[in-house]
């Protein structure tokens, strides 16, 4: 019998073209709520933010006696951003009250978070679940993956990790975090639509289905500018260099990722990584019992209980 981890990544394609989706939409999200000081900077605040967020998550759910949070030059390793870059960003955002030094020197969120991040952190916990019945429909994982009685903080965790984990891929490619994060959108846009196909079909799943040339749509420069909230001329120079030409096909103002990068190792690795991780980060919410750090929780997020009862209850929640 073929376990959720061997389904999952029998369908990289698919589980990756899902996942990308979300974190995407999530990450874009997250830059238009960002305070507009940090708008400029939003490709580096974006991660620091969420890696920040994600430590802190998962510090206060293992109990208080895990208390410090990482050092700046954690950050900078764990995300390969140069240390002045993540320092200076770093203390742009403690100037706004969006993030805390300890004396210690660990970084961390104000307590409570901000509304603005609270919220969003909470949107991801429906991400998360709407990405699992996603992947369920199309047949890419087992029947009832993060079903009812799951918890939305450890929910909102493994959303956290996967963006984590889709920014790892940057050591295969070689990459900064705009490029990467650039060629995994243009690869998710363009055959967004591919994730409406009939359930059941899978459509363009596995490794060796390559979704086909008219099925991937030229996406316009000016909409990924749009969309990163980074200007034209960015976009312009990136998919322009020379360095990355073998990644993208171009035709007038559009570019899509092209056939030579769909099809190779690299990419097929990075695939079948994401898919992987996220079958674990499934399995991992379902083995969730919620304790004290869980409620602790609760209230960075300024969401007492009972919000996590029933969707009714938190919509409930979420209107107050
Ligand atoms: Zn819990």
Not at 53 to 75: C, F, K, Q
Not at 122 to 129: E, F, K, N, Q, T
Not at 190 to 216: C, K, M, W, Y
Not at 268 to 293: D, K, M, W
Request: with cysteine.
């Amino acid at each position: 019998m073929s376990t959720r981890l061997d389904v999952m990544r029998l369908n990289c394609r698919l589980v990756t073209r899902v996942v990308a989706e979300q974190v995407f939409a999530a990450t874009l999200d997250l830059g238009a709520r960002l305070p507009p000081q940090l708008a400029r900077a939003r490709m580096v605040c974006i991660p620091i933010l969420i890696s920040v967020t994600r430590d802190l998550i998962d510090r206060e759910m293992r109990g208080p006696a895990i208390a410090r949070g990482p050092s700046i030059n954690a950050i900078a390793s764990s995300l390969e951003l140069p240390f002045e870059t993540v320092r200076r960003n770093v203390q742009k955002m403690v100037d706004i009250g969006w993030i805390a030094i300890a004396e210690t020197g660990g970084v961390s969120l104000p307590s409570p978070m901000p509304a603005t991040l609270a919220d969003w952190c909470l949107d991801l916990s429906r991400r998360l679940r709407r990405a699992a019945a996603t992947m369920e429909a199309l047949g890419a994982t087992d029947r009832g993956s993060l079903g009812s009685g799951t918890c939305d903080n450890s929910c909102v965790l493994a959303a956290l990790d996967q963006f984590l984990v889709m920014a790892s891929t940057s050591k295969h490619f070689d990459l900064r975090f705009t490029e990467l994060f650039l060629i995994h959108l243009v690869c998710s846009a363009s055959v967004a639509h591919l994730n409406n196909q009939p359930s059941g079909t899978t459509p363009f799943a596995r490794a060796d289905t390559i979704p086909h040339a008219e099925e991937r749509a030229f996406v316009p420069l000016a909409e990924l500018a749009r969309m990163l909230g980074i200007s034209r001329s960015t976009v312009y120079r990136i998919v322009s260099d020379p360095a990355y030409a073998h990644l993208f096909d171009r035709r007038g103002n559009g570019v899509r990722a092209s056939d030579g990068f769909l099809t190779s190792a690299t990419y097929v690795e990075a695939l079948e990584l994401v898919a992987g991780r996220t079958a674990t980060l499934f399995s991992r919410v379902e083995r969730h019992r919620c304790g004290r750090g869980c409620t602790a929780l609760d209230h960075v997020l300024r969401r007492p209980r009972p919000w996590r009862q029933s969707p009714g209850v938190a919509q409930h929640a979420h209107a107050g």
